[in-house]
């Protein structure tokens, strides 16, 4: 027995299973559309008859486009009830500032008019056709293949061959009634695609504005560590060698008079660059430390956890195969090393948790970073302050920052950044 003949039996079943769902769509399809068809006639046509009193007009119209929304919105639940594949939703522009620019982008929305021309004109014909359809063939497979219990009272009981054909044909119409309802339905889903689904260009113009807001928040976020690398160079490095040029120039001028004291001034000098020195590099490694360029972000997570002053584990749950890009890494060490920073300066924390892991939904793998202390919480992302900074970052990378942090405590501070899974199982940016 081949594979055709093994999986046609359970094709036509499956289509069984949806026969009660179809022709409960189908059943009460005519008098949904019936209403949908009065309401918005009625209110559109009183519109337009009006439309010289403008305001009594205008307000039926928009009244009709609305109702004819709602219906359309009713039809795609019905269709999705139906067991239906899904149709993406129109993408309804917002109410712009001021009344003039609402009507003007009402107006001008396409998706109002395909569905006002659907409740009016095509749903109403289509469902008059598809419901009639339904409702004889179903009597004709009742009346049918069960004339045979009521030949007496039809007066063809002796009228064999008539109640033999009747009940064959009946049988016949009963055994392809999942193909005639799920036909029926099926071009109630297409008409609903055509007229109700929203338009291509809607992802795009989606996805241009993501794209637009991602580009604001990365300038914003490297605006703000700009300003804030800037700051720190002033108020550090900066001072240091600003006091280390001044000793250097107070030893020169005492070396001849006064060895000793030179030699002391010498030493302070050194002392500042010492300082200057670790100073430039605390500040290289909120951008990109050699560790995170040679040995990668595990590894630099664990060297900054070594170098904090509140006990840190490092949680890895990245598999052996993950291959993170090196812009990603570099962001989410900065996320880390940051909130590390937080939680040792202002959570008064005794204990830090880090965990990297990688997590799938639908279309998107992505790279998680969530640090964890039990400090006093009630950290809060306020803008211009570091959290608000962070966040505005990960939205530029596409990313989410989400900020946990109760009165307290725990804080949690996790880092979403959004990768792509090859067919190899190693991610790509």
């Known amino acids: 027995m081949t594979s055709t003949e093994t999986t046609t039996p359970?094709?036509?079943?499956?289509?069984?299973?949806?026969?009660?769902?179809?022709?409960?769509?189908?059943?009460?399809?005519?008098?949904?559309?019936?209403?949908?068809?009065?309401?918005?006639?009625?209110?559109f046509w009183t519109g337009v008859g009006s439309i010289f009193t403008f305001i009594l007009g205008v307000v039926c119209i928009i009244g009709a486009m609305y109702v004819?929304?709602?219906?359309?919105?009713?039809?795609?639940?019905?269709?999705?009830?139906?067991?239906?594949?899904?149709?993406?939703?129109?993408?309804?522009?917002?109410?712009?500032?001021?009344?003039?620019?609402?009507?003007r982008s009402m107006f001008g929305n396409g998706h109002y008019w395909l569905y006002l021309l659907y409740t009016v004109l095509t749903n109403f014909i289509v469902t008059v056709i598809t419901w009639s359809l339904t409702?004889?063939?179903?009597?004709?497979?009742?009346?049918?293949?069960?004339l045979w219990l009521w030949a007496d009272r039809a007066?063809?009981?002796?009228?064999?061959?008539?109640?033999?054909?009747?009940?064959?044909?009946?049988?016949?119409?009963?055994?392809?009634?999942?193909?005639?309802?799920?036909?029926?339905?099926?071009?109630?889903?297409?008409?609903?695609?055509?007229?109700?689904?929203?338009?291509?260009?809607?992802?795009?113009?989606?996805?241009?504005?993501?794209?637009?807001?991602?580009?604001?928040a990365a300038l914003?976020?490297?605006?703000?560590s700009l300003r804030r690398l800037e700051r720190d160079i002033h108020d550090g490095p900066q001072q240091r060698l600003v006091?280390?040029?001044?000793?250097?120039?107070?030893?020169?001028?005492?070396?001849?008079?006064?060895?000793?004291?030179?030699?002391?001034?010498?030493?302070?000098?050194?002392?500042?660059?010492?300082?200057?020195?670790?100073?430039?590099?605390?500040?290289?490694?909120?951008f990109a430390p050699p560790m995170l360029l040679d040995r990668g972000l595990v590894a630099a997570l664990e060297s900054a956890a070594a170098r904090g002053t509140v006990p840190?584990?490092?949680?890895?749950?990245?598999?052996?195969?993950?291959?993170?890009?090196?812009?990603?890494?570099?962001?989410?060490?900065?996320?880390?090393s940051e909130a590390l920073a937080n939680a040792a300066k202002h959570a008064g924390a005794t204990d830090i948790e880090v965990r990297v892991q990688q997590r799938l939904d639908a279309e998107t793998t992505w790279l998680v970073v969530s640090v964890?202390?039990?400090?006093?919480?009630?950290?809060?992302?306020?803008?211009?302050?570091?959290?608000?900074?962070?966040?505005?970052?990960?939205?530029g990378l596409g990313g989410s920052l989400m900020v946990q942090s109760p009165p307290g405590g725990p804080t949690i501070v996790s880092a979403q950044l959004p990768l792509a899974l090859s067919m190899s199982g190693s991610v790509q940016p």
């Open 10 to 43: 359970a094709l036509y079943w499956q289509l069984w299973k949806g026969v009660p769902r179809e022709l409960l769509f189908q059943l009460l399809g005519f008098p949904i559309a019936l209403a949908a068809f009065v309401v918005t006639q009625t209110l």
């Open 243 to 286: 006091r280390l040029q001044m000793d250097l120039a107070a030893a020169e001028r005492q070396l001849a008079t006064d060895p000793e004291k030179a030699r002391g001034l010498i030493a302070e000098a050194m002392d500042q660059s010492k300082e200057a020195l670790e100073e430039l590099r605390a500040l290289s490694r909120g």
């Open 155 to 216: 007066g063809v009981s002796d009228d064999v061959p008539r109640i033999v054909f009747s009940t064959l044909a009946g049988l016949v119409a009963l055994v392809s009634l999942p193909f005639v309802t799920r036909g029926l339905t099926l071009v109630h889903h297409y008409e609903s695609k055509l007229l109700l689904g929203a338009f291509a260009s809607d992802a795009l113009r989606l996805q241009v504005g993501d794209l637009t807001q991602s580009r604001g």
């Open 372 to 395: 964890a202390d039990d400090g006093v919480g009630g950290a809060l992302a306020t803008p211009g302050h570091g959290l608000a900074g962070l966040e505005e970052r990960m939205r």
């Open 220 to 224: 914003s976020a490297e605006g703000h």
């Open 312 to 336: 840190t584990r490092i949680v890895n749950e990245l598999g052996d195969d993950v291959s993170l890009p090196l812009e990603i890494e570099r962001n989410a060490y900065f996320v880390a």
């Open 68 to 103: 004819a929304r709602g219906f359309g919105w009713l039809e795609l639940r019905r269709l999705g009830l139906a067991g239906m594949p899904h149709i993406a939703e129109p993408v309804w522009q917002q109410r712009e500032p001021g009344f003039w620019s609402w009507l």
């Open 135 to 146: 409702v004889t063939w179903v009597a004709f497979i009742l009346g049918g293949a069960t």
